[in-house]
């Protein structure tokens, strides 16, 4: 009975291991289309959603109408057997409740500000109430601390000397918080008010849905400030601020018995010859405290009395010194989530330890999933292989809960650039999405049974960065020398566990005091159990941690120590490390660690590994990292003396793997693809037995081109227009360029999705921002060589703003459906309108500031030629060959597009030698069909029982853009992408290579 459920689950997993997207609240919500989105999202796969307020939402945020919207949705969610979930901010990061709280200046955002003035300007009439404390100071060359002394007044400045001024200061008011600012988390009465603006607002309204229908909430990059501008911001200002709250200093000296005010040049100034700085690290570790106590322990408080799972992601993990820059140690934040979780955003990002992190406070903690907010930032062109890629690594290190960013509810205006691609209706691919969430579900279920064998710890050395932050460390979003040295020691010893199969989790250094005991030689921190612990580039280390691994040492457990802090607790001491081992290099420290894993796998540079041990014997995760490398003939060999069998996580299958077994292990052979994955089972019963592949008997390589069909229309991009402004012509350029321009004549703030939010705007500025401020015309040229056949569209956001005329003549307001997404509006174009030669489409309206000027689109059965940034239409190709679509007809399809073969019968299977587009179906006749989207890209065997057809799903990067980036092709996507300037900008189209690469189809007996 155990292993039939197994089997059924592995072969479609439940909703709890199926991914959660951000589900994107970014226009006018309306009930009957958010219902229908929900049934495209079961659809696609997922097992639920979170529902989060995005750039250009019209229905207002908390208002009773979104209550309304929230209530139905989870309702329906629960219906389909779904999990529906709150976020809790307008945008982000959470704490602002979109502006309100920070209404209130006590409540804002604030920092310390040090500003520094020769001896003659120095002036204290021009600082109030927010003055601190002001220093003479002496530096050397280094710019480092040789003296310092409060001084008030020019008189006693020394010679030599110059003055630094400490005033705290509030954070600038920002439209992304609806014209206010970040609200300041180490404040207990700031976040109580958050809190009560959101958190108690969401439980009047839907309180008896908690726990239930309504799972849990998200928080999204709460902060306690930037340190130095650390992560994100350059200017000069950022720079020269360090995070300040009413109650800091305070609160410093109960902790540390000293007086902070009179220590600040400590803090902002390397002291001359100091290795580190004790001052400074225990401001980190303050600033910690405060954000934990005032921040996360409210929340985590708030969610556990009214039933709802915290989970979410804090600013930021990447780096050792991000999180310092923005919030101390994450692992210690995790502690009061249910779920914590990471944000991995862009393609290529590989920030492995970022994941581990998370996933070592959950396996301590038993938290039993951990999310990952992933595959934002990435662009239109990411396609099916590229999701399973960044899914992997982040799967097999501990991810189970995956949060798409972003599923659009409309592309309106700005919505459209809040970081594409929208995975969702809008892609055309969406429908065949569910074969990606299939593969993850089945991983994450695998990835859940039994206990994680993890045998390693490694403290995690973040306290050393805290010891070294001044003004400057974090320039350019670069870390200063020191703690580069830090961060790459951190990310080598990494790399060399990982590639030796050694599985470890991260200690932080305030949980292992507080949770750790040593019992029968071994180190328990919460649920896991440890046999050795690795210290490894630290500069400081905490007494409590010492006295810990010493009495653990003195139990018999093992302690490796590649580098000696020469810190205890930020003070220069010299460590009692005679009864740890002393290892020379991360070789060396790997080989110790591997003497007393009790699973041991041999090395294979690249392969991540995730073992889990049940009471019927082991199974075993592996991906290849690498998306450019195979891995042809691989032996993994395990010290396990059991059978194999591999879990085919593409197809849910079970099948037989290769394998010798021996006395004291088994040896398995096999290979990994580029990025491939392999899973196995290792058991003492019995198993599948393994299968020759048939040897193919004859192969067909197809004509060079094929015959097809579009499963929709193909589209003419109309982006480059003539624009007159009240009958003045301002020129030719294409439309965001437009619009800019406009709103530049007559000083209007710019559309961004960082911008006021049009709900707020409706509600505190009324009709304002819709008042006319000119007259505009648009007008757009195309040429037509072949008149095109069957009916066409003119499709256009918001069409009836304007008044349309083609040739002249005015085109009919009479919508025919939508193209795309639900906001870009189809008309009837008739054909009569149109001529050989030129044509011209005219749109013109009374601009307002609340008018979107966005791309239009003419969609039909033909072909559009391009010649720099002119557009002709042709006549559709008969054919399709394997040139890029740009050059064949097709330049800003982004459909499907049916091939035909001509072949059928027999046992066959299909080999591409790549995938360009999202993916490729395979259709064997009679319904039998199979997705091919990752390497080897290769079907398995077919009874071919008809003709054999491939439809290409392509992605919508070549429709939606960027169309003017020049170079065309960039791994990420972000909104400004869509605007650049000078080289990076070109009228000519930018557009990817998508299209069919013409397989081979092979035959078997």
């Keep these: 009975m155990e292993e039939k459920m197994f089997l059924n689950q592995f072969a479609d997993p439940s909703g709890d291991f199926r991914g959660k997207p951000f589900w994107a609240w970014n226009g006018k919500l309306e009930k009957e289309e958010l219902i229908r989105q929900i049934r495209v999202i079961k659809q696609m796969g997922f097992g639920g959603f979170f529902m989060h307020s995005r750039a250009g939402l019209s229905t207002e945020y908390m208002g009773a109408e979104w209550m309304d919207c929230i209530r139905a949705c989870s309702k329906e969610a629960s219906k389909l057997g779904m999990q529906a979930y709150l976020y809790d901010e307008d945008r982000w990061p959470s704490g602002s409740a979109g502006g ?34 002001s220093f003479a100071v002496r530096l050397d060359d280094k710019r480092e601390l040789l003296d310092y002394y409060p001084v008030t007044d020019v008189i006693n400045v020394k010679d030599g000397y110059r003055v630094t001024v400490f005033a705290f200061e509030e954070e600038e008011q920002n439209e992304f918080y609806n014209g206010y600012t970040y609200v300041d988390t180490m404040n207990a009465e700031a976040v109580g008010a958050y809190i009560k603006e959101t958190h108690e607002r969401y439980a009047a309204a839907c309180g008896d849905m908690f726990g239930k229908e309504i799972r849990g909430i998200f928080t999204d990059e709460p902060h306690r400030g930037y340190i130095f501008g650390g992560f994100a911001f350059n200017d000069e200002i950022y720079r020269n601020r360090i995070p300040y709250t009413y109650t800091l200093f305070e609160t410093f000296k109960k902790k540390n018995g000293y007086d902070l005010l009179r220590k600040l040049p400590e803090v902002y100034y390397r002291g001359a010859g100091e290795g580190f700085s004790k001052t400074a690290y225990d401001f980190v570790e303050v600033l910690q405290r405060l954000f934990l106590d005032n921040f996360a322990k409210p929340y985590r408080d708030f969610c556990q009395k009214n039933k709802l799972i915290a989970t979410g992601h804090v600013l930021h993990e990447d780096t050792l010194s991000d999180q310092v820059a923005t919030s101390g140690s994450v692992q210690r934040y995790y502690e009061y989530m249910d779920y914590p979780g990471v944000d991995v955003l862009c393609e290529d990002n590989k920030q492995f330890w970022v994941v581990k992190q998370a996933y070592s406070v959950a396996k301590q903690l038993n938290k039993p999933f951990v999310l990952s907010e992933l595959y934002g930032v990435s662009g239109w062109q990411m396609n099916f292989e590229s999701h399973k890629h960044v899914g992997d690594w982040q799967a097999v290190l501990g991810i189970n809960l995956r949060c798409h960013h972003l599923s659009w509810y409309t592309m309106q205006g700005e919505a459209k650039r809040d970081f594409p691609a929208s995975i969702f209706y809008q892609s055309g691919w969406h429908d065949k999405y569910k074969y990606v969430e299939d593969y993850f579900s089945r991983m994450g279920y695998i990835l859940s049974q039994g206990k994680p064998v993890t045998d390693i710890l490694v403290i995690n050395p973040i306290e050393s960065v805290w010891g070294l932050i001044r003004k400057g460390c974090f320039d350019d979003n670069r870390p200063s020398a020191e703690i580069k040295a830090v961060e790459d020691g951190y990310t080598a010893l990494f790399k060399e566990l990982a590639d030796n199969g050694l599985d470890f989790d991260y200690a932080d250094e305030d949980i292992l005091k507080r949770r750790s005991k040593i019992k029968n030689r071994a180190l328990y921190v919460g649920a896991m159990k440890y046999t050795t612990v690795v210290l490894s580039g630290m500069r400081t280390v905490r007494q409590s941690t010492l006295d810990i691994l010493n009495r653990f040492a003195a139990a018999g457990g093992k302690v490796i120590v590649k580098d000696i802090p020469d810190y205890i607790d930020g003070l220069k001491a010299e460590a009692d490390i005679s009864a740890f081992e002393r290892a020379g290099d991360y070789e060396s420290v790997a080989e110790e660690c591997r003497k007393l894993t009790a699973v041991k796998q041999n090395r294979l540079p690249g392969v ?66 580029k990025g491939g994955e392999r899973a196995f089972r290792l058991t003492k019963g019995e198993v599948k037995p393994y299968k020759e592949k048939n040897k193919s008997i004859r192969e067909i390589t197809l004509d060079g081109s ?133 044509n011209a489409v005219t749109l013109s309206c009374d601009f307002s500031e609340s008018t979107d000027l966005e791309a239009c689109y003419i969609t039909g059965s033909f072909g559009v030629a391009l010649n720099g940034p002119q557009k002709t239409v042709t006549a559709l190709p008969q054919k399709l060959d394997s040139r890029p679509l740009f050059r064949q007809g097709l330049p800003f399809y982004g459909g499907k597009i049916k091939f035909f073969t001509g072949i059928g019968g027999g046992a066959c299977a299909v080999a591409f030698d790549r995938i360009r587009g999202a993916c490729v179906e395979a259709d064997f006749g009679g319904g039998d069909a199979e997705i091919v989207a990752f390497a080897p890209y290769e079907t398995k065997v077919h009874d071919a029982t008809g003709e054999i057809t491939f439809t290409l799903n392509l992605t919508r990067r070549n429709t939606f853009g960027p169309l003017h980036q020049t170079p065309p092709f960039n791994p990420a996507g972000w909104p400004a992408l869509f605007l650049t300037e000078g080289q990076y900008f070109s009228l000519d189209y930018g557009l990817i290579d998508e299209g069919l690469d013409i397989p081979k189809i092979r035959f078997y007996e």
Excluded at 110 to 130: H, P, S, V
Aim: aromatic residues 12%; contains cysteine.
């Design 608 to 673: 991540l590994t995730h073992i889990r041990k049940t009471g019927r014997g082991y199974y075993a995760v592996m991906v290849n990292t690498d998306r450019e490398k195979e891995i042809d003939a691989a032996e993994v060999r395990f010290n396990l003396p059991c059978n194999a069998e591999e879990l085919d996580l593409r197809s849910g299958e079970i099948k037989g793997c290769r394998f010798e077994r021996f006395e004291t292990g088994i040896k398995i052979y096999t290979s990994f693809t």
């Design 706 to 838: 094929l015959e097809y069909e579009l499963t929709e229309d193909n589209v003419l991009v109309l982006d480059i227009a003539n624009c007159l402004v009240d009958g003045e012509d301002i020129g030719a350029d294409e439309i965001l360029k437009i619009d800019r321009t406009v709103r530049r004549m007559f000083q209007l703030p710019f559309r961004r999705g960082d911008a006021i939010q049009p709900w707020y705007k409706e509600k505190y500025f009324g009709v304002a921002h819709k008042e006319k401020i000119c007259r505009l015309d648009l007008l757009y040229e195309f040429n037509i060589e072949t008149m095109p056949e069957g009916d066409l569209f003119f499709a256009a956001e918001t069409p009836r703003k304007f008044d349309i005329c083609v040739n002249g003549g005015a085109l009919k307001q009479e919508p025919c459906g939508t193209f795309i997404d639900n906001s870009i509006i189809r008309l009837k174009l008739p054909r009569e309108m149109l001529a050989a030669g030129k």
């Design 100 to 133: 309100v709280v920070t209404k209130n200046p006590k409540y804002r955002l604030k920092y310390i500000r040090a500003q520094t003035f020769d001896k003659n300007a120095f002036d204290l009439i021009r600082y109030g109430q927010e003055y601190l404390a």
